[in-house]
């Protein structure tokens, strides 16, 4: 597996409005520092402890993205670095993140993550849940934390069609939302097996990790 290739292929192949985040998870820092030296600035992690280290050891001109599912006690620990958090699903969690930015004088940007895969292990908010929270007036107070868009994940399948419609399903909902909330922008979807189905579906980010750093071990 050659990295820095890797990073520069996608660069060369990726239209110019989608955004890369290198999934680094479970990978040594060795391996980061060959996708930086390649140009590579987002690192997405989805362990905040282990992204944590990551940050300290590495250059500070790295946006360090939390795509995985987040637990409220460990908050703290990203909030003096983080630059985006894809995987929000309560206004608890909200609630958390916004006090935590708050104690660092940060505002966090922050993606909804919604559901639309048909298994059930993927975690994420049904469309009126999302736009119950969008609406709500508790998140009018949350001074430190921004919504700037949604992020999902397809199921694992090779059934294409299947990815397809999922995404487009998230299209519609990022459309419909926009036009009450033009600070949403990103749209995250799309991982190693999936992204180019999801860039002709609207997505403006994708998540890669093995198609970048190689297989993992284990995964998540
Ligand atoms: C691990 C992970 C990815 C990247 O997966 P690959 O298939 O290795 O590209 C993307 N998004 C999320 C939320 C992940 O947990």
Known sequence: M?????????????????????????????????????????????????????????????????????QRNKVKYMAPFVSLVHAVDSLKLLKEINKEAKKNDRTINCLLQIKIAEEDSKFGMDEA????LLASEEIKKF????????????????????????????????????????????????????YKIAIENGSNMVRVGSAIFGERNYNE
């Open 2 to 70: 050659n990295i820095s290739e890797n990073i520069k292929e996608f660069y060369s192949e990726l239209p110019q409005n989608v955004t890369l985040v290198a999934v680094s998870k479970t990978k040594p820092v060795s391996d980061l520092m060959e996708a930086y030296n390649a140009g590579q600035r987002i690192f997405g992690e989805n362990k905040i402890q282990e992204m944590a280290g990551k940050w300290q050891e590495m250059p500070k001109d790295i946006q360090w993205h939390m795509i995985g599912h987040v």
């Open 129 to 132: 849940d999302a736009a119950d």
């Open 143 to 194: 001074q430190n934390i921004k919504i700037v868009g949604l992020m999902g994940m397809a199921t694992f399948t090779d059934d294409e069609e299947q990815v397809k419609s999922e995404f487009q399903h998230l299209k519609q909902i990022y459309d419909k939302f926009k036009t009450k909330n033009p600070d949403l922008n990103i749209l995250s979807m799309g991982m190693s097996g999936d």
